[in-house]
């Protein structure tokens, strides 16, 4: 099984670079810390704990040297996992804020991408509970840096203290230069959130799980195949839902939207992306076929359609589901 899951062609659509440091990455980072340490932190019971966690991690990726080792050690494992093209997100907002050098750690990522193996692009990531200059400030670097695979612009963080409306004109500015909308919604807040990203224009929605609330709106995803970024790990080990038993992937799926499985941060969620096909195999009663579709999926709805076309062979295609 786990050949068959390292064949599928995949993509992941949902990784976060600064959630993807190892407990041995970090340590050979900042040499002071002890693998122990690291995997002592990697642990809370919910939401708020786990961007805690996200915080202390990036306080150690201080520049472009750290942030090239940290994108070296997540290109590796992805070629473990028989990725064919990733869509990566960088937290520019946390280098904005801790007053880094931006420009120097995005040319180092980007220069780590040209020897992946496998196509990278970015998304840059807002932090919305962050002041609106700091999004702005992450909006128009996006936007400067479209020439070296910079495909979209997302808001990530504490969803209840940054509704999606609030950044309308932001949103309106970068899709006016020819960026993708990618919000996270519907993780920790519920369908409303997800309606909000919707009218910012998103192609995609990061998580969206509290869709399955609203049955009008599960409708309207499925009617116009606009995916979700699904990543159950994440979900339970920040206990936006209680429990693996109560996640909503199946009935997403099976009330016809299309999902995608990815990992998120791995490194604090212990998880990998073979892993979460296994899971949805083990767990979920997905079939290999269904396996396969979801696999497509992740292809399907990237958005770089002519490498798409490249990765898949025949090109885009209609969900069956």
Request: charged share 20%; net charge negative.
């Amino acid at each position: 099984m786990t050949e068959f899951l390292h064949s599928l062609p995949k993509a992941e659509l949902h990784l976060h670079l600064e959630g993807a440091v190892w407990p041995e990455t970090l340590c050979e980072i900042e040499p002071a810390l002890t693998p122990q340490e690291v995997s002592a932190r990697y642990r809370y019971s919910d939401f708020l704990g786990f961007l805690k966690c996200y915080a202390w991690v990036t306080s150690f990726l201080r520049g472009p040297a750290e942030y090239r080792i940290a994108a070296r050690r997540l290109f590796a494992y992805l070629r473990t996992q028989g990725v064919r093209h990733l869509e990566l997100n960088l937290s520019v907002g946390v280098m904005i804020w801790r007053q880094q050098n931006v420009n120097g750690i995005l040319d180092a990522v980007f220069e780590e991408s040209m020897a992946a193996g496998f196509p990278v692009y970015f998304i840059f990531d807002a932090v919305r509970q962050f002041s609106m200059e700091e999004t702005w400030r992450v909006a128009r670097l996006a936007v400067a840096r479209r020439r070296q695979n910079v495909i979209g612009f997302g808001i990530g963080g504490d969803e209840g203290r940054g509704p999606a409306g609030l950044f309308r004109e932001v949103f309106a500015y970068t899709t006016k230069h020819g960026l993708h909308a990618l919000p996270h919604a519907g993780e920790s807040q519920g369908p409303e959130s997800v309606w909000a990203a919707l009218e910012l224009g998103a192609r995609r929605i990061g998580h969206g799980i509290r869709s399955i609330d609203d049955p009008v709106l599960v409708r309207h995803l499925a009617n116009h195949k606009i995916p979700l970024e699904i990543c159950v790990s994440s979900n339970v080990a920040t206990g936006v839902v209680p429990s693996l038993e109560e996640h909503p992937l199946r009935k997403l799926y099976d009330r016809g939207i299309p999902i995608t499985l990815n990992t998120d941060d791995p490194a604090m969620f212990h998880c990998t992306l073979l892993g979460e096909y296994q899971l949805a195999l083990d767990s979920f009663g997905f079939t290999q076929d269904e396996i396969a579709h979801i696999a497509q999926n992740s292809l399907r709805y990237s958005l770089v359609s002519s490498r798409e076309e490249e990765i898949l062979g025949d090109g885009p295609r209609e969900s069956s589901q």
